[in-house]
């Protein structure tokens, strides 16, 4: 169900969206330990009711856990995880440590060379232009000032030791790829 709801959503939130997340917060839970398979749940579901996307609702994604068999009280768990792992809407006092853990790798989706590609396609979705040399860098003005609005902010919020020291370094990847852009913006031939 969820693999068909999300395939052909074009802003990088897609089900390869999903997967990632889900493959990453299973491997920061390796080394922090938590519930895996509530952990896989929240990964699948946490985009449900994104106002950007409207594909998955949250009574959608309930009647899917109760097909698959699972007990109230963890559906409840899943479903109040799922809900808050956003950004802008999330209620980070409202997650337990699995929520915390899937919201360390969803940001980190957000960084490196996927994060690029996704602040790219989410800009352009949101008629954002690549960049607008005329507006201050703290404004969210184009994917480029997304980066400094929002996107290396990241690091500094992350929930575990582990997402901190990936998110820093996916951060390193993404300052070189400016450098190498402004370069590029102001005509550098090289
Ligand atoms: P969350 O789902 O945690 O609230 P977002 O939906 O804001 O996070 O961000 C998910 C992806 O969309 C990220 O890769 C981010 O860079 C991109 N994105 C979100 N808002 C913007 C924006 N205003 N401009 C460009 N990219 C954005």
Do not use: C
Request: glycine share 6%; aromatic share 10%; hydrophobic share 40%.
């Amino acid at each position: 169900m969820i693999e068909e709801l999300f395939l052909n959503e074009a802003t990088g939130h897609d089900i390869y969206h999903l997967f990632r997340v889900k493959k990453l917060a299973l491997q920061i839970a390796d080394k922090e330990g938590g519930d895996k398979q509530l952990i896989s749940l929240i990964a699948l579901l946490h985009e449900m009711d994104d106002y950007k996307l409207n594909i998955l609702t949250e009574e959608k994604a309930r009647e899917w856990l109760e097909e698959q068999g699972y007990e109230k009280d963890f559906i409840e768990k899943v479903i109040r995880n799922a809900k808050n792992i956003s950004y802008s809407k999330g209620k980070w006092e409202l997650l337990d440590w699995e929520g915390k853990i899937v919201q360390d790798a969803d940001r980190l989706d957000a960084l490196g060379a996927i994060g690029i590609a996704r602040v790219f396609a989410t800009s352009s979705k949101l008629g954002k232009p690549i960049y607008d040399p005329k507006k201050p860098l703290d404004i969210d003005a184009s994917a480029i000032h997304h980066f400094y609005v929002k996107l290396f902010k990241l690091p500094s919020l992350m929930n575990t030791k582990t997402g901190k020291e990936l998110a820093k370094k996916r951060v390193r990847y993404m300052k070189a790829f400016l450098k190498r852009f402004f370069k590029e913006w102001n005509g550098d031939i090289e």
